[in-house]
């Protein structure tokens, strides 16, 4: 947990991006990082595939696509409300994804989003447009009770109940054109998307027992312990056959976790100096070695290949994780 919370901007946050000039903040977290490139110096390298686009035209850049999604990591408590990398997303999400309706504002799933009624309020088909989701209204009430503004959690209280239908239930999105009584559709009122969506109706129920202990009840207190807190941090990065890591910082070990005993056979000047470091098994059958790769400078190279003591063959393919600048 200790080496994935370590890396959450190395594979979501991105700095000195068109988007981020033109809306006056440092850097913000991306959606999702593109395909095979978590080893990448950035998720800015890449393009991601969007879903319910039009064929042919679904690869949106990375760096251009940003999501509400990103506040998880306030309720999850492992990054302060006040952090400045979320408080210069929120400003992304406010400029891209926030919609001003008669009951308040409400936020769209994501940039590009194409799944939703089409612009003349046809019924979505595969294709369409995204319209804005009342749930997310709830999860921005919980990032701002989170950052102490209980009166705008409150707010936005109203904001997702006033978006319920005539029946009280609450649907999955909200209309966001004019009215088109042809398709039954009334601006800000439900879309023709599914209705209740049980999963803002469960927003809604956590949420008001949240304003009333005037926190975020179910926000892990072990996570802000270790991570807001403390301010913990991995003293590893861990390499794997179904996480082959390519690159890390210094100053870290290098631990190596398999399925199998092994013997891993590395250097970290080119094969010049040889040294071989037996894996011991845990009590998860986890096969594992930390390398003691601290000291190496950045710049340099570590390579290595295993012999299967079980099997008597090598694995005859080396394997390389470059050393990085620190954290």
Not at 151 to 163: G, H, P, V
Not at 255 to 280: C, G, K, M
Request: aromatic letters at 8%.
């Amino acid at each position: 947990a200790d080496i994935w919370n370590d890396q959450i901007e190395r594979w979501t946050y991105v700095t000195g991006t068109p988007l981020g000039k033109e809306v006056g903040v440092e850097g913000y977290y991306v959606r999702i990082a593109p395909p095979d490139t978590a080893g990448a110096a950035s998720p800015r390298d890449g393009y991601v595939p969007i879903k319910n686009l039009p064929p042919g035209d679904s690869d949106r850049l990375a760096e251009a696509i940003v999501s509400p999604d990103a506040l998880a990591l306030v309720r999850f408590g492992l990054r302060a409300a006040d952090d400045p990398r979320i408080v210069g997303t929120v400003k992304v999400i406010e400029a891209r994804l926030r919609c001003d309706l008669p009951q308040g504002p409400v936020w769209y799933r994501y940039t590009s989003d194409g799944y939703g009624e089409h612009a003349d309020g046809a019924p979505f088909d595969g294709t369409g447009q995204g319209r804005p989701w009342p749930l997310l209204v709830g999860e921005r009430a919980h990032y701002e009770l989170a950052a102490g503004r209980k009166d705008k959690a409150a707010s936005l209280l109203k904001t997702l109940e006033d978006s319920a239908g005539s029946g009280g239930l609450l649907p999955e999105q909200v209309w966001d054109g004019p009215d088109m009584a042809e398709h039954e559709l009334r601006h800000g009122g439900p879309s023709g998307s599914a209705m209740p969506l049980v999963w803002a109706h469960s927003e809604h129920i956590k949420l008001l027992r949240s304003l009333k202990d005037g926190a975020v009840f179910d926000m892990p207190p072990q996570g802000v312990k270790r991570y807001i807190e403390d301010r913990t941090v991995a003293p590893r990065r861990t390499w794997r056959f179904n996480h082959k890591l390519r690159a890390m910082p210094a100053g870290k070990l290098l631990r190596v976790e398999l399925l199998a005993r092994a013997v891993v056979h590395w250097s970290n000047d080119d094969w010049a100096t040889i040294r071989d470091a037996p894996t011991i098994e845990n009590a998860f059958g986890i096969h594992l070695t930390d390398l003691p790769v601290a000291d190496v400078p950045p710049g340099n190279m570590i390579v290595f290949t295993f012999f299967w003591p079980d099997a008597g063959r090598w694995e005859n393919v080396d394997f390389s994780v470059a050393i990085d600048k620190p954290d």
